[in-house]
């Protein structure tokens, strides 16, 4: 299973890479894997089979199962099972998908930009959903619904160029992630109360679970909730037909066979032991009866084939949640194979649609006229599956129609409510029949005073994949033991009562066949009164719709954040710290004086002098940046209170910290000094302030409640600090003497995931703030400054040639002829230039990317680490650029920060996964001693890779920071200052900001 899952998913990665090589016969590269999905599948199926649907999982007869911990802690595991219920789903999802992706080589054009990214995505849905299939975690299989949903969303809103596409993709997702959430809140109370997550362990305890009370129904009643948004019952439906923006094989996979199935999925996997619970019955029969007629009323209106179709999905997927959800050996037969026979006639129709729609340009069934005539083939393919879904014999339609009316004739015995259910289930087979024969003759018929619809025609390899699910639909119409063979594992966790059903052309004159005959001839008589019904229709009062509904509930959710946002964004930075620090005091004191926090009786001021003095410093730092009244000096001072705080930490013993502070303020100063350039030298006048006592005092109330935060926390502490027994885990486990770096990449790794994850992201929001297009990779090199190119071609000037005349006057002056690797000498005016500042940086520079090396080697023993090396090459990087300039950072740095932050996070990505593949738990290291020439006995920990990732990471983000705030701003300052013209040959050099100022 987990072969197959990580297959589609890497292939799904690849699968632009394959596009652009062969185009959309690529389509057909990624078919292959669904389909080896499919083998795969048949293979397993005799032990699916065999299996004993409630033996625990690895016990014998149990079915094929994996289990791979995850996140112990949390009960949470990489578990996957493949039962009945699984396989079932699997044949739509493994079979259908293939043969989707398949006719997707000859629904879109070759030229489609976009089509790469549409073919990843379509598989990487095809992968989520088998993960949520087989997941045996509620959490596993929460995970893969939520991949489900956004995909979807990327996939409707493929033709993202149209205002419907994107409108409806955002309204899909608002609807199915509401549910999503409601359903995890479900899961967990399902997962707390039953004291395991595993699924086949909840359902196995499930009766003892379903008496627990309120609590399990309200949990059952929250995973109904995801269950109605995914499959699009009433009052939720209004998503489907929205949804029909998207490319029609998105619309014949998600819609019919795929997405809109999970929630039916999930009423069939909970339905064996929780369907007496107290509100499985009013959701699962009210919405779905309500669901099954509006639909069907709705498709008998539509014009649009793929509408029509549209509508009838929503009905029939009420239809099949009333029928999984009904309970009993019948209703789960009835149940599945509902569902298999849906699946192979709606993703058939729906390939029709497509192919009508790229071979005549339309889809109007009022516009279409003689298409039958024009392809046979065609025709022949549609009015089965259409057959199929209108429950003629000998379609598997028919087969699994009679099986539903059979178990619903069944419950109409228990009373009014079964006959009243059986009313509704025939009534919407009318008008199922009733749109079944509206699509044929409104996308086949010849229509009378209308001209015949140019038609091109149709390539064998193009009606290939509807043909192939039209002839399941009489294959196992005819021979219908196959499926019921794997059906009847899943009909075996109900309990027995009477005789067991089974899945058969002919059951002999019975109730069921009268009431489809029933169908039949009123479904016909519905369709020849087509005229009449359609202006009963119109004459009826119009109700409002769902969708309107649902847009007047965004609109007034727009409005409310707009009236919210107007009163408390207010443009004001001042007015958003008071807010933030009043409350930041405000909340723990209230907190400390209500729970009358314990405070230390004994306070220390310091334990050296030398302690005394960093924090005069640090105060002295403080005062001098309040007195500033300029930008420069202020951010000088404030950094002179971090350079104190490192201070602090390594005379109390925190080397790591201390160096850590200090790169950090080092770099954090470089940045504010680039960024000040785009300001005013100096600051606000605050003579006239009215505030400022008031300021100061929430200043000193916010640091003075911090501290006693602080000492609170401390004397509150009565048991023994668990960081004690870090050191001795750190050199046991971590196999490093340095407990910090240990911790950092071992035994709390996940933090350090998160938190460079964090610094991608904030590397990529402070590039998108200062780069219009693209991030600034395109780096304008220092080869052939002197004749005004760069080595990509000649970098745009604007009218008045500025940026080439400054690099022009300085090219003269160039101090030597050669091509040198600090180039500030041909890209600098010399006004520009440091002489001292250059050499050095030529000294400096390879000692300090030396230096960074070693603290990225040496941090699991010693003070260091990835973080603190990329700092330090980070900041050799600074020095270049402030030595040189945007042309010396572009030559100090080949390698685009976006590639450095893509392959550091890659590398932590995969350093992270590995140890799955040799049975062991995500971020798990390894100590490996072995002896290499030169080097001698080595010890090496596997989690030193995953530090060379946070190295990469930080040194890209520091070179976005620079690449932003540096030379992005020095080419628009190039760009906007204007170049004099001085009475001599040369022009003078505009005041730009590279290099350093004298």
């Known amino acids: 299973m987990l072969t197959v899952l990580l297959a589609m998913f890497a292939l799904a990665l690849g699968a632009p890479v394959l596009f652009s090589r062969f185009g959309r016969s690529a389509f057909f590269v990624l078919a292959a894997a669904p389909a080896a999905g499919f083998a795969w599948l048949l293979a397993e199926l005799p032990r699916v089979l065999a299996s004993d649907q409630e033996a625990p999982n690895g016990s014998p007869g149990a079915p094929p199962s994996l289990t791979i911990p995850w996140i112990p802690s949390l009960q949470v595991e990489l578990s996957f099972r493949l039962d009945a219920l699984a396989a079932v789903l699997c044949i739509l999802i493994l079979g259908v998908g293939a043969l989707v992706l398949f006719y997707c080589a000859r629904y879109f054009k070759n030229d489609d930009p976009d089509v790469g990214a549409f073919g990843a995505q379509l598989l990487a849905f095809a992968a989520a959903m088998f993960g949520l299939v087989t997941a045996d975690d509620l959490i596993l299989m929460f995970i893969f619904w939520e991949l489900t949903t956004i995909l979807s969303y990327l996939l409707i809103g493929y033709s993202r160029q149209r205002l419907s596409a994107r409108r409806s993709a955002l309204q899909a997702l608002i609807v199915t992630t509401f549910g999503g959430l409601a359903m995890l809140v479900g899961l967990v109370i399902l997962g707390h109360e039953a004291g395991t997550y595993r699924i086949s362990e909840i359902m196995a305890d499930a009766g003892t679970l379903a008496a627990g009370g309120l609590l399990i129904d309200v949990a059952i009643g929250l995973v109904l909730v995801g269950a109605i948004t995914k499959s699009a019952l009433v009052p939720f439906h209004f998503w489907l037909p929205g949804a029909m923006a998207a490319p029609t094989p998105v619309s014949a996979y998600l819609h019919a066979a795929a997405m809109v199935k999970a929630g039916v999925f999930l009423v069939a996997r909970f339905a064996p032991g929780f369907a007496e619970t107290t509100f499985w019955y009013p959701v699962v029969f009210g919405l779905g009866m309500a669901t099954m007629l509006l639909g069907g009323w709705r498709a008998l209106r539509q014009f649009d084939l793929k509408l029509v179709l549209a509508y009838g999905t929503v009905s029939q997927l009420g239809f099949l949640t009333m029928v999984v959800g009904l309970g009993g050996r019948d209703g789960a037969l009835a149940g599945l194979g509902l569902l298999l026979a849906h699946g192979f006639f709606k993703a058939t129709l729906f390939l029709v649609v497509g192919i009508i729609d790229h071979q005549s340009g339309t889809r109007d069934l009022r516009v279409l006229s003689g298409v039958g005539a024009t392809s046979p083939a065609l025709f022949a393919v549609a009015a089965v599956a259409a057959g199929s879904m209108a429950g003629v014999p000998p379609l598997l339609g028919f087969v699994a129609k009679e099986s539903v009316l059979e178990a619903f004739v069944h419950r109409a015995g228990d009373g009014p409510a079964g006959v009243l259910l059986l009313g509704g289930i025939v009534l919407g087979s009318i008008l199922t029949f009733a749109y079944s024969a509206r699509f044929v003759w409104g996308a086949f018929a010849l229509k009378h005073g209308r001209p015949q619809t140019p038609f091109k025609r149709v390539r064998t390899s193009f009606l290939l994949a509807p043909a192939v699910l039209a002839v399941a639909s009489v294959l196992f119409g005819l021979w219908p033991a196959p499926l019921d063979a794997v059906i009847q594992p899943y009909v075996g966790l109900f309990p027995a009562e009477g005789e067991a059903p089974y899945l058969a052309l002919w059951h002999g004159v019975n109730l069921p066949l009268l009431l489809s005959t029933v169908t039949i001839v009123a479904g016909t008589a519905l369709y020849l009164l087509r005229g009449p019904f359609e202006r009963l229709q119109g004459r009826l009062p119009a109700v409002r719709e769902a969708e309107v509904v649902y847009r007047s509930l965004i609109g007034v959710l727009d409005d409310v954040a707009v009236w919210i946002t107007g009163r408390t964004q207010r443009g ?48 002295v730092g403080i005062l001098a940046a309040l007195r500033s009244t300029k930008r420069f000096m202020a951010v000088l001072m404030v950094g002179i209170t971090g350079y104190g705080m490192a201070a602090i930490f390594a005379l109390h013993g925190a080397p790591d ?134 080595d990509r071609g000649q970098e745009p000037l604007d009218a008045g040639g500025r940026a080439g005349a400054a690099r022009e006057l300085a090219a003269r002056f160039a101090d030597v002829s050669r091509d040198p690797w600090l180039v500030a000498g041909r890209t600098l005016a010399p006004e520009r230039r440091s ?25 699991h023993n010693l003070p260091g680490g990835g973080f603190a090396g990329g700092l330090t090459a980070g900041l050799a990087l600074a020095i270049r650029y402030l030595a040189g300039g945007r042309f010396e950072l572009a030559e100090a740095s080949p390698v685009s920060a976006g590639m450095l932050l893509g392959v550091g996070l890659a590398i932590v990505s995969l350093t992270a996964a590995a140890p799955l593949l040799f049975g062991g738990a995500v971020l798990e290291s390894y100590i490996l001693e072995f002896w290499f020439p030169v080097f001698g006995d080595v010890k090496f920990v596997t989690s030193t890779i995953f530090d060379i990732g946070v190295y990469i990471i930080v040194v890209g983000l520091v070179l976005d920071v620079l690449r932003s705030l540096g030379s992005e701003i020095d080419e628009r300052s190039e760009a906007e200052q204007p170049v004099e013209e001085d009475p001599g040959s040369d022009a003078l050099v505009p005041p730009a900001v590279e290099g350093v100022q004298p």
């Open 657 to 790: 910290l201390a160096l850590t502070q200090m790169l950090v303020e080092t770099i954090v100063l470089v940045a504010f000094v680039l960024a000040l350039r785009s300001l005013p030298a100096r600051l606000w006048n605050r003579a006239g302030s009215r505030h400022r006592v008031l300021r100061a005092g929430l200043g000193v109330a916010f640091g003075g409640t911090m501290a006693v935060i602080a000492m609170s926390s401390m004397a509150s502490r009565n048991a023994t600090p668990i960081s004690l027994a870090y050191p001795q885990m750190a050199y046991d486990d971590g196999g490093g003497a340095n407990a910090v770096n240990v911790l950092l990449v071992d035994i709390r790794a996940w933090d350090t995931f998160g938190e460079i994850t964090v610094l991608a992201i904030a590397a990529t929001g402070i590039a998108s703030l200062i780069f219009i297009r693209g991030r600034g990779d395109k780096r304008h090199r220092a080869h052939g400054v002197e004749d005004g190119s760069v």
């Open 835 to 859: 002489i001292i500042f250059e050499v050095i940086t030529r000294l400096l520079f390879h000692t300090i990317i030396v230096l960074s090396v070693y603290l990225l080697i040496a941090g």
């Open 572 to 619: 004001s930075l001042a007015f958003y710290l008071f807010v933030i620090l009043t409350t930041a005091v405000v909340t723990p004191l209230a907190a400390l004086i209500l729970f009358d926090a314990p405070l230390p009786s004994d306070v220390r001021i310091a334990e050296s002098p030398a302690q005394v003095v960093a924090a005069l410093v640090i105060i």
